[in-house]
């Protein structure tokens, strides 16, 4: 059975081809009841990979009443991905949430190509839940995009994301929900005027490309938030929200986070960005300037998203993205929680 999301409302902080299991991830699973701790989920996370790339689900252990969706689509185990994953990619991120025996990836793939000499790069958003020692929830976002996938391919993640916050920085698991859906609220019909979460060091990088803090390209004048009428890569997080400029984005819904790793001070979300268009490409700035920005058809961007947060911050935010069809939702929310903008705790079952 597969779990049903708790709906919270901000709080007061912010308003190759393997066919057995691994060592590690058997050792860790020797007894239903003892719990998958990281070094188990990230095996875990390889296996089902590997899996994956053979066509194999017995590879891994699967309960009987699997769950499985790919890009909102339920689907059977050994659909979609399972029929075209041809390779792992080198870069690899992991959240992994040991008290909800929950894991997330995001990373790079390869699958099949018209040449078989050849293999097509892609992104990969994962989850995978565990209960009683198997697989009983599986999610994919798969992004197949050729350019973003090789931008990613030639880089190295951020070590942030795998560097451990100290305990006098850490934030509770549930300041750290609330600060990540803070970006969420302050994005959702940006008005400039919030009081943001970031980090002076704030920095966001979306389908390999740096979203803020991008160098000004020679010969050009850097933007000035103050009086530009659309927002730039090239300010920092902060500057963007305090821009007001994000106003299309007119709705942030189906916000399931699905994911908290307290120790590295991460927070794994999908989520979708509607872009109505109409009425809401029109827009004033903090200055009180009349602008008008974003798509002019209805838009919806599929989104999974992954924030550094400590200190009662957002220091770090990692994205993959793709453009879905208007207004659907993840496969795993009813449809009123999937046109909602509230937070979704997903990381506990609720059975």
Known sequence: MFSLPRILKPGPLFAGLVMLASPIYLQAQDAVTQPCDRACMEGLVDDYLDA???????AVPMADDVRFTENGQRLQVRDGLWQTMTGRG???????????????FLGNIYEEHRDPTQMTPALLALRLRMEDGAISEIEHFVVRSTTAAERLAEMTPRFAFRSVVPESQRNTRQEMLEIANMYFVGMQKNDGLMDYPFADDCDRIENGMRSTNAPTPPGETRPDPSDASVYSSQWSCLEQFQSGLIFFVNRIRDRRFVAVDEERGLVFSFVF????????????????????AGPVQPWTWGIAEL????????????????????????????WEQGMSDELQDVTFSED
């Not at 960005?273 to 009349?290: L, Q, Y």
């Open 90 to 104: 080198n870069y690899r991120i992991f959240t992994s949430d040991v008290a909800a025996q929950q894991v997330a």
């Open 52 to 58: 994956l790339i053979a066509n194999n689900p017995d």
């Open 273 to 292: 960005f509607d872009h109505s268009g109409g009425e809401f490409r029109h827009g004033v700035t903090p200055a009180g300037r009349d602008v008008t």
């Open 307 to 334: 924030f550094k947060v400590y200190d009662g911050k957002i220091h770090e935010i990692e994205a993959i993205l793709e453009r879905v069809p208007y207004g659907m939702n993840s496969g795993w929310s009813t």
